[in-house]
Structure formats: structure tokens, C-alpha cells
């Protein structure tokens, strides 16, 4: 028994990873004979990757290993007449596509290029059948005479000679630009990954298989016939994933083919969308009259963290959204079941991409992470985050200016709002406490919209505890150690409140503002500035 052979034996059986190794044996393959039928690149991708989905799901019914090739060509054959059947081809005007960016390509070598790819195109589509799937095969993959003979059952001397012919018909300085234009578009080294399935589905809540380790980036797009609307939400072990649907979809069922599309989605998720799929994710056994200490005294004293809830985090990015996140995760390892939402603003991809999420889990112990593309998540007043207030415990809002200034973790306390703050969670004492801050903080910035006014002892005394309560608000994360150098600090909630209290008093407003930022307690705070 062949190799190839024995690796069709192991897929029929279920090994995904042998499958991979089939994608990656048979990928160009499939890819040219494709381009060969529909004369366009990404159509021919698109039909490649549909085609080895389709081939996943129909190997048990595949009877002969040793016919794999000339099985899977007429995957390839009946998917590209079913694209060409049910697409409608859209004419772009050439202005429209000179204004796509191809990476630093100017407008006029782009147009230079466009013309290339559509003379090679069309002078190959101009060749009979016969010649067009050897020499597409041939150029596009660096397949061997051989290997196409395999492919398309023919002899070799028939591959060789078809060949030839079609060299002829090409020659001059044709031939080189067919072979110089196919390597510019061969497929990409992750094809093989791209290729899954779905195993599940809530609602808008999709779960998808990948192969093992190969699954999509955190937000990559995922094509559901041929439709980017998709967007990955959450990566699990083995090559799953979670994704949420960005706009209502029709009914879905486990088995249909879904690919990555390699790319980071561009489009938010709808208002209405979202609050389905956020209603799913909150677990049903949430406790929202509790809270849960993580020693991190901004959201302790403001935005306690529900225990066993949901928690909604948002901001523009450079903020801080993921430090705070992963700051959670490490301290609430082996906490309650506690969900987290963390908004990303959509836009261009340098700007969208999770930055060092490889390096953050987005699941740890009892915590779970969702991300969630929308539009308007970096604004305060964010119609997104505000339309599932009523499912979640509680928001952190992110401040870029707060970070800007040196204010970490950034967390806005005037925006930040948590639904456990309340006398029967907490006591009334720190409700109290926790609106008398917020209430000195809102009163220095009114102090501070009047202008250069002369300013009374009484709004002296309110900027000047104000001032120290945000730089009190700030400490060091131990997520951080690496790159500041200093050691987190968990800070008992209780110790938090005391702290508070005595600084709201207005006792040390003489103590210079530098002691306070970036410290734990009032304690520490008070030996570093004697």
C-alpha cells in the first residue's frame, strides 16, 4: 500500500492530522484544476477550500483509497459548477479598484499588475480543456508530469504531449509570464489549517473544528458559504473555536463547511445580534449579588467584579484593555466562574488585531474570554456596550487619556459601573464611600471647566484630593513585572476602603501627588514619601 494510500486509510478513520497531510499533498492540485474551470484566483481558493470540507465529510463513503485523486477532481469539478451556476459576476470600474491597497504598490503599478494577471488569465482560458488543466496544473503547483497523470488519469506521454502543445501556443513571452503571474498567486502555507467545520451551534454562537493547533486568530473572519460573517470570538483547545455571527444567518446545523479566511474581520457585530449572543454567553447560574476581590483597588472600591457574572470591558485601544484582562485572569485563576466581554473597535486591521493576544490566554481556569468586534466600542457612551447593560454585572470603560498620562491600570472611574455595588452586596459603608469618590472626582473636574478662575480654599482642597485619589486608584500589575520591573501588589479590598476614606478626609493632601501613583497601600505610599 502507498503512502498516499495508508494516509486516506488514517482520514477515513477520522485523523484529522493525516487530512492536514492530504490538503497539504493534493492542495495545488486541486487549485489549479480549479483555476482551470473558473479563470479566477480567488474563486479558484474558494473552491479548493469547499472542495476538501466536502472531501472531509464524504471520505467513509469512499471505498477505494487508491482513488482518492480521481475522487477529490471531481469534488473540485462539481464545486466550481455549482460556484459558476449560482454567481452573478460583479463589474468593478477600474477608478474603484486602483483605490484598494496592496501594501506600499502605488495605483500605477497596481493597474500594471491587474492587466498582467488578466492577459495570463485569458490567454490561458483561451486554451483548449485538454491543454489548460496540464499546463494550469503544471506551472501553478511545480507538479510533475507524473503527478498530473495521476490526477486526471491519463498516461504521462498524454500529459507530456498535451504539454507541449499547450507550451507552443504560449510561447514567447507568454510562457514567462504564466509561470512568473502562478507564483505570485500559489496558495498560502496555512491552506491546509483553513479548512474546517461546525460542530455546534446556539443561536449566533457558532463552534467550529480547525485541524489540531491550526484553528483561526482571535477575530480572523470565517467564510460560511462564501459570506464573511463570521467572526471568532473565543479559541479553545484541539483546533476549536468559538464564533459569533455579525448578522442574522439562517438556520445552521453541524456539518457545514466554514473556512478561515485569514484575515481580521472588518464589520461589527449587529445590535441585535449581539444582545442573542451575549444572552448566551452569560452563564445561566451567574450570582449578581456578590462580589468577587481581585486586590486591583480601582475595581474593588468602584467596579467590584460579580461573582460568578458577566463583566463587559471597552475603550479605545492603547488603553489598557488587555493588561487589565489578563491581570484578572492570573489573579482569578482558581476564582468563581466569572465571564468577560471584551469589546474591540473595528476598523483598519493594523488597529483592530488584539495586540500579544498569542501571549494572553483567553480562558483560564473558571474565567471565560469573548472578544467582540463593534464599531463604537472605544467611545464612552458606546451604543454596543450599552445595548446588553441589562445581561452583564458590570462595565470597565478603558481611558486612553487616563493612560497617556501615566494612570495605569487606566481604569475610568466616573464610566465604570458594576451592578453589585449595592449596600446588600457590598455593605452600605463602601457604597458609601465609593460615591463619595466618585462624587470628589466629578466636582474637581467641574473646577477644572471653569478655567483659570481664581480658585477658593474649599476647590483648592478638592483637586488637591482628587489628584490623589486618582494616583491612589493606580498600582503596579503583576502582569507587568516583565517590562516595569516592579512588583505587583494585591491590595485587600478592606484595606482599599480605609484608604479611601482617609485620603477623601483631606489628612494628606500635603503629601507630594508622585507618592502616590504606581503604589499599594496608603501605607506604602506614606513610607516612600518620608
Known amino acids: 500500500m502507498s503512502q498516499v494510500d495508508t494516509a486516506v486509510e488514517a482520514a477515513m478513520a477520522g485523523d484529522r492530522a493525516e487530512f492536514g497531510d492530504l490538503i497539504h499533498r493534493y492542495q495545488d492540485m486541486a487549485f489549479g484544476y480549479a483555476l482551470s474551470i473558473l479563470g479566477n484566483y480567488h474563486s479558484a481558493e474558494d473552491a479548493a477550500q469547499e472542495a476538501f470540507v466536502s472531501a472531509y465529510f464524504g471520505l467513509p463513503a469512499l471505498r477505494d483509497p487508491a482513488a482518492f485523486p480521481n475522487w477529490l477532481r471531481g469534488i473540485v469539478r462539481n464545486t466550481c459548477r455549482r460556484q459558476t451556476r449560482g454567481r452573478r459576476t460583479i463589474l468593478v470600474p477600474l477608478d474603484d479598484a486602483l483605490d484598494l491597497s496592496d501594501g506600499a504598490v502605488g495605483p500605477d503599478e497596481q493597474a500594471e499588475r491587474a492587466e498582467v494577471r488578466e492577459q495570463v488569465l485569458s490567454a490561458v482560458m483561451a486554451l483548449p480543456d485538454r491543454y489548460r488543466e496540464v499546463v494550469t496544473l503544471f506551472y501553478m503547483g511545480d507538479l510533475s508530469q507524473r503527478e498530473i497523470a495521476e490526477f486526471l488519469e491519463l498516461p504521462v506521454t498524454t500529459v507530456n504531449n498535451r504539454l507541449h502543445a499547450a507550451r507552443q501556443r504560449l510561447k514567447g513571452g507568454l510562457l514567462p509570464m504564466v509561470k512568473d503571474d502562478f507564483r505570485k498567486h500559489s496558495l498560502p502555507d496555512d491552506f491546509a489549517e483553513r479548512v474546517g467545520k461546525i460542530i455546534a451551534v446556539r443561536g449566533p454562537v457558532i463552534e467550529a473544528q480547525f485541524a489540531a493547533d491550526g484553528e483561526p486568530e482571535l477575530l480572523d473572519a470565517v467564510t460560511l458559504e462564501e459570506t464573511l460573517s463570521l467572526a471568532v470570538m473565543q479559541r479553545l483547545p484541539g483546533g476549536r473555536v468559538r464564533c459569533v455571527a455579525l448578522t442574522e444567518l439562517p438556520d445552521l446545523g453541524a456539518g457545514m463547511d466554514v473556512t478561515s479566511s485569514g484575515e481580521i474581520v472588518q464589520s461589527p457585530i449587529s445590535p441585535q445580534v449581539l444582545r442573542e449572543a451575549v444572552a448566551i454567553l452569560v452563564r445561566p447560574n451567574a450570582q449578581a449579588d456578590a462580589m468577587v476581590?481581585?486586590?486591583?483597588?480601582?475595581?474593588?472600591?468602584?467596579?467590584?467584579?460579580?461573582?460568578?457574572?458577566?463583566?463587559?470591558?471597552?475603550?479605545?485601544?492603547?488603553?489598557?484593555?488587555?493588561?487589565?484582562?489578563?491581570?484578572?485572569?492570573?489573579?482569578?485563576?482558581?476564582?468563581?466562574?466569572?465571564?468577560?466581554?471584551?469589546?474591540?473597535?473595528?476598523?483598519?486591521?493594523?488597529?483592530?488585531?488584539?495586540?500579544?493576544?498569542?501571549?494572553?490566554?483567553?480562558?483560564?481556569?473558571?474565567?471565560?474570554?469573548?472578544?467582540?468586534?463593534?464599531?463604537?466600542?472605544?467611545?464612552?457612551?458606546?451604543?454596543?456596550?450599552?445595548?446588553?447593560?441589562?445581561?452583564?454585572?458590570?462595565?470597565?470603560?478603558?481611558?486612553?487619556?487616563?493612560?497617556?498620562?501615566?494612570?495605569?491600570?487606566?481604569?475610568?472611574?466616573?464610566?465604570?459601573?458594576?451592578?453589585?455595588?449595592?449596600?446588600?452586596?457590598?455593605?452600605?459603608?463602601?457604597?458609601?464611600?465609593?460615591?463619595?469618590?466618585?462624587?470628589?472626582?466629578?466636582?474637581?473636574?467641574?473646577?477644572?471647566?471653569?478655567?483659570?478662575?481664581?480658585?477658593?480654599?474649599?476647590?483648592?482642597?478638592?483637586?488637591?484630593?482628587?489628584?490623589?485619589?486618582?494616583?491612589?486608584?493606580?498600582?503596579?500589575?503583576?502582569?507587568?513585572?516583565?517590562?516595569?520591573?516592579?512588583?505587583?501588589?494585591?491590595?485587600?479590598?478592606?484595606?482599599?476602603?480605609?484608604?479611601?476614606?482617609?485620603i477623601l478626609s483631606g489628612r494628606y493632601n500635603d503629601v507630594p501627588i508622585e507618592a502616590f501613583r504606581f503604589a499599594g497601600s496608603l501605607k506604602l505610599i506614606l513610607a516612600r514619601s518620608s
Open 293 to 502: 476581590e481581585t486586590g486591583i483597588k480601582a475595581l474593588d472600591v468602584l467596579c467590584p467584579l460579580p461573582a460568578g457574572g458577566t463583566l463587559a470591558l471597552y475603550g479605545p485601544a492603547g488603553a489598557g484593555k488587555l493588561v487589565v484582562l489578563g491581570e484578572i485572569l492570573q489573579r482569578l485563576r482558581r476564582g468563581p466562574e466569572i465571564t468577560l466581554l471584551n469589546f474591540i473597535q473595528t476598523g483598519p486591521p493594523d488597529k483592530m488585531r488584539p495586540p500579544g493576544d498569542d501571549e494572553l490566554p483567553n480562558a483560564s481556569g473558571r474565567i471565560e474570554t469573548f472578544y467582540l468586534p463593534a464599531d463604537d466600542s472605544a467611545q464612552p457612551s458606546s451604543a454596543a456596550v450599552e445595548s446588553i447593560r441589562d445581561a452583564v454585572g458590570g462595565a470597565v470603560y478603558m481611558s486612553r487619556s487616563m493612560a497617556l498620562a501615566g494612570l495605569y491600570p487606566s481604569i475610568d472611574p466616573l464610566l465604570s459601573w458594576s451592578r453589585v455595588l449595592t449596600k446588600e452586596a457590598v455593605g452600605e459603608e463602601h457604597v458609601a464611600v465609593a460615591q463619595q469618590v466618585r462624587e470628589t472626582l466629578h466636582r474637581a473636574e467641574t473646577v477644572r471647566e471653569r478655567g483659570k478662575a481664581a480658585l477658593s480654599p474649599e476647590d483648592q482642597g478638592v483637586l488637591a484630593t482628587a489628584d490623589r485619589l486618582r494616583s491612589y486608584l493606580t498600582q503596579p500589575l503583576f502582569i507587568a513585572e516583565p517590562y516595569t520591573k516592579i512588583p505587583g501588589e494585591f491590595v485587600p479590598v478592606s484595606q482599599s476602603m480605609s484608604d479611601c476614606r482617609t
